[in-house]
């Protein structure tokens, strides 16, 4: 195997990327690629006549969902082989692959839009399995690793530091309440690794609230459509240094073009005085915050 792609659709896509990732990270040094592609992207551009060097991962809650079902029978037919990270057992991703890891998040038989819960234990799944992919390359980071072992025992405290944000609710809703009626528009932001929960956070508000968001990397947002004067959720949890020194003054020119900047940050931090409202959440390894 020299090249790993990590596929899925909405949900399952953010969720794969956060894979792609760490596992990235974790063989940098190796000659195994990773790349995070939606399904349909692969099947529609991404396609060879062999890829008998390819291992694909296929994200889905359900197993059922059609374009990543596609792309995995029309990969499967060029010699690749795939894994997927699915909930739903007996379903038919799981026939069509040559492994599963079963995130086993609820009932099986749920199939409609993926949940809150799919998308953090796709997440929890998908860095377990970096870790064990990672210790099948050669030159990759030693599974012994002080950042391996930091993140995987950061993994295990998640489920605390989630109920510990949820205790916050209140908190979180006053901010909502206070600025997101007065805005027409809504937009997400965030760089890194927030990048990554900015998609996901656009989905699930996009599903809940029956509006379309914007979603753009956060020192991208000046260049875009600052002139809506938009309520911006900037994503900047477990930022540390220069960058979330640079973030912050990200912050300070979306309130001097008269935005409503609102900041995710970890418990804490201080840098975000620009910010009409901080919400703070627990302190994690920066990979899951």
Known sequence: ITKILVIGQGTAAAAGSSLAVALSEFIAETPVRVEAVLATEL??????????????????????????????????????????????????LTDKSDGVLYTSDGRDIEMSVASTKAYYSQIAAGLVLATALADLVPGATSSD?????????????????????????????????????????????????????????????SELCYKSIACDATEDKKHIDL??????????????????????????????HKAAPIVIASDGENR??????????????????
């Open 43 to 92: 099947s529609g551009f991404g396609l060879r006549s062999d890829m008998s060097d390819t291992l694909v991962v296929a994200v889905s809650q359900s197993g059922t969902t059609t374009d990543t079902n596609r792309t995995v029978d029309l990969v499967r037919s060029r010699g690749a082989k795939v894994v997927a990270i699915v909930n739903r057992r007996n379903s038919d």
């Open 145 to 205: 690793s002080p950042d391996r072992q930091a993140l995987l025992a950061a993994l295990r405290e998640l489920p605390a530091k989630m109920a510990e944000t949820l205790e916050r609710r209140d908190v979180i809703g006053a901010a909502a309440q206070r600025f997101a009626p007065s805005r027409r528009y809504w937009a997400i932001v965030g760089n890194g690794p927030n990048a990554l929960a900015a998609r996901e956070l656009r989905i699930k508000l």
């Open 227 to 256: 002139s809506a004067e938009p309520m911006i959720l900037v994503c900047a949890a477990g930022l540390v240094g220069s960058t979330a020194d640079d973030v912050s003054k990200e912050v300070a020119i979306y309130k001097a």
């Open 272 to 289: 975000f005085d620009a910010a009409l409202a901080v919400i703070a959440v627990p302190e994690t390894h920066e990979r899951l915050a």
